[in-house]
Nanobody, 118 residues
Framework: QVQLVESGGGFVQAGGSLRLSCAASGSIPTVNAMGWYRQAPGKQRELVAERTSVGTTNYQNSVKGRFTISRDNAKNTIYLQMNSLKPEDTAVYYC????????????WGKGTLVTVSS
């Protein structure tokens, strides 16, 4: 089993910044993809950014140039630096770990709320 614990959410005004962290523990596979998803009220959960253990990254178009995902493999931790935040970024942000790069068992954190005021 894998456990994921997110931190760093909060309240910020538009244009501000936040940094999310997600620490993984347990039986972490060497080859994996870790990323951030978000779910706004009344909307489906969507990919924000993902980074694999081999270094490839993927971003949702709406966050490109504003958000940066990074990972510390030694600490089994990923980060999401969010700059120039907009009200539409308001959502619960979830950390996800997938065994393998393209498909595999998924693990999810409980989520952390990010609220951006206009």
């Amino acid at each position: 089993q894998v456990q994921l614990v997110e931190s760093g959410g909060g309240f910020v005004q538009a244009g501000g910044s936040l940094r999310l962290s997600c620490a993984a523990s347990g039986s972490i596979p060497t080859v994996n993809a870790m990323g951030w998803y978000r779910q706004a009220p009344g909307k489906q959960r969507e990919l924000v950014a993902e980074r694999t253990s081999v270094g490839t990254t993927n971003y949702q178009n709406s966050v490109k140039g504003r958000f940066t995902i990074s990972r510390d493999n030694a600490k089994n931790t990923i980060y999401l630096q969010m700059n120039s935040l907009k009200p539409e970024d308001t959502a619960v942000y979830y950390c996800r770990l997938q065994r393998g790069i393209y498909s595999g068992t998924e693990y999810w954190g409980k989520g952390t709320l990010v609220t951006v005021s206009s």
